[in-house]
């Protein structure tokens, strides 16, 4: 099912009728030193939520959440995380527990692609399958048990893209086994496993993958996937898992290129972290601005 759902909901998030966290509600946001990333990091702050950036790069990662504070947003704090580095993630898990006991929202923004705008090589797709895909998925699993499921519902958001739709695989075997009604992270894994061994083998082009960006297609694919499973997971619990597609952003990923800056996106990130209990869905796909389309993953 596929409808439109407008921004009527997004401009009273924040306003007293929709707010229902504080500054004690804990939003973590994964490759924040820039980008998308860092203006989903500066909305929360502004709205008073307590924020981890989190970046791969320590010093970059430092330096955008010291600016942060300048700015006056002390409610920022920085750690070190590398997505891609299973001993990365445990440690980073570790220090939220310690340090705040739990959190309520998780945003995946980190990824990588390799390619310009209008390549496609597949010369570093294990890199990208595990930042984009492997990473998320094993950082949210680490996380989960640190959910606050309190009534205000947690929310675990992915930052996703519309290259990963089931529509741009042309392989009919690999759009079965993802369409399936339970379909399993197992299944999942198999999939990807499958694309890495094209690509070795060198016939990923004739497999039916995505022809464009292919690898960084798959790795959403995969994500996109793993969140639908999630998010029936916990169907009538206390945990939503939905994806956010921010479309042509101007952001270091496209050199600059975009319809929009990073700011807007962010701004339609956060109204959907933010929904309210009663407005919040699980397991669907948001793309894009103004009266956007919203569909089960």
């Known amino acids: 099912m596929q409808y439109d ?5 997004l401009t009273w998030v924040f306003d007293d009728r929709g ?6 509600t804990v939003a973590v946001v994964t490759g924040a030193n820039k980008g998308i990333g860092l203006a989903v990091v500066k909305r929360f702050a502004e709205l008073g939520l307590t924020v ?24 920022v704090r920085f750690f070190a995380l590398d997505v891609s580095k299973a001993a990365s993630i445990k440690t980073f898990v570790s220090w939220v527990e310690t340090t705040f006991g739990g959190l309520d929202i998780l945003v995946n923004n980190a990824g990588v692609s390799f390619n310009d705008i209008h390549e496609n090589s ?9 930042t984009n895909f492997h990473g998320p998925k094993l950082l949210t699993e680490s996380l989960l048990p640190l959910f606050r499921l309190s009534p ?3 929310r675990i958001l992915n930052i996703s893209s519309r290259l990963g739709s089931i529509s741009k695989v042309r392989n009919h075997n690999i759009k079965e ?13 198999g999939v990807v496993k499958m694309f890495l061994e094209d690509v070795k083998e060198g016939r990923w082009e004739r497999e039916g993958w995505p022809q464009m960006w292919t690898d960084y297609s798959v790795s959403k694919l995969a994500l996109n996937a793993y969140s639908r ?3 029936k997971r916990f169907e009538g619990g206390r945990l939503s898992v939905n994806c956010f597609c921010p479309g042509y952003t101007q952001t270091s990923m496209t050199r600059g290129q975009g319809t929009h800056s ?3 996106a962010a701004e339609v990130a956060v109204s959907l972290a933010l929904l309210p209990p009663h407005d919040l869905p699980t397991g669907h796909f948001f793309l894009g601005f103004g009266p956007y389309n919203q569909s089960r993953l």
Not at 5 to 9: I, Q, T
Not at 180 to 188: D, G, T
């Open 122 to 130: 597949v010369e570093f797709a294990e890199t990208v399958i595990k």
């Open 177 to 189: 086994t993802l369409q399936k009604e339970r379909l399993s992270e197992e299944e999942i894994e």
């Open 52 to 75: 981890v950036l989190t970046a791969r790069d320590e010093e970059r990662g430092k330096k955008a959440t010291e600016k942060l504070r300048e700015e006056g947003h002390g409610n």
């Open 262 to 264: 990073p700011d807007a």
């Open 152 to 154: 205000s519902i947690s």
């Open 229 to 231: 499973v999630l998010a």
């Open 5 to 9: 759902a407008h921004l009527d909901v």
């Open 19 to 24: 707010r229902w966290w504080s500054g004690d």
